[in-house]
């Protein structure tokens, strides 16, 4: 089990490594208005590392569903609070992959402090989903 332990907080790392540097992505390439190749280069980065970044969330929901094998059911409140977090990271990633295919066709859409704001948001999920996993605190 230390195994499928080591191999979910591995992609975990993956995962979070692209959502916290897609929206950094972004903020470039929201400002890049005039020059379209700049534009186009930060088009298939980001489409890249988004397919890279699911890639390691398919894998961290894997392992992760993999551990709750061995679970005695009903989990702990913490385990349901921290599968919640984990939910709200799963919609923040659907929207990153909307936005992707928004930045495409329009670049300047949003502002660049819109993406600035919107690459804090991991930081709250993985200090929260962290500190559940290692406290597991009677709630």
């Known amino acids: 089990m230390l195994w499928i332990k080591a191999f979910h907080i591995i992609f975990m790392v993956t995962w979070f490594a692209g959502l916290f540097y897609l929206p950094r992505l972004f903020v470039y390439h929201s ?8 534009s186009r280069r930060f088009a298939i980065m980001e489409k890249r590392l ?6 390691g ?3 961290t ?4 569903l993999w551990l709750l094998i061995g ?3 009903p989990p702990p409140f913490w385990l349901e609070i921290k599968l919640g977090l984990v939910l709200g990271l799963i919609a923040y990633h659907i929207l990153l992959g ?3 295919t928004d930045l495409r066709t329009k670049p300047t859409r949003r502002s660049p ?3 600035r704001i919107l690459n804090e948001i991991p930081t ?6 962290v500190l559940l996993a290692v406290l597991r605190p009677a709630l």
């Open 98 to 100: 909307y936005l992707v």
């Open 57 to 59: 969330a398919a894998l």
């Open 31 to 38: 400002q890049t208005d005039v020059n379209p190749e700049s």
């Open 50 to 55: 988004f397919a890279i970044t699911t890639v």
């Open 71 to 73: 679970w005695f059911w």
């Open 61 to 64: 929901i894997f392992f992760g």
């Open 124 to 129: 709250f999920f993985l200090i929260a989903i």
């Open 113 to 115: 402090t819109f993406y």
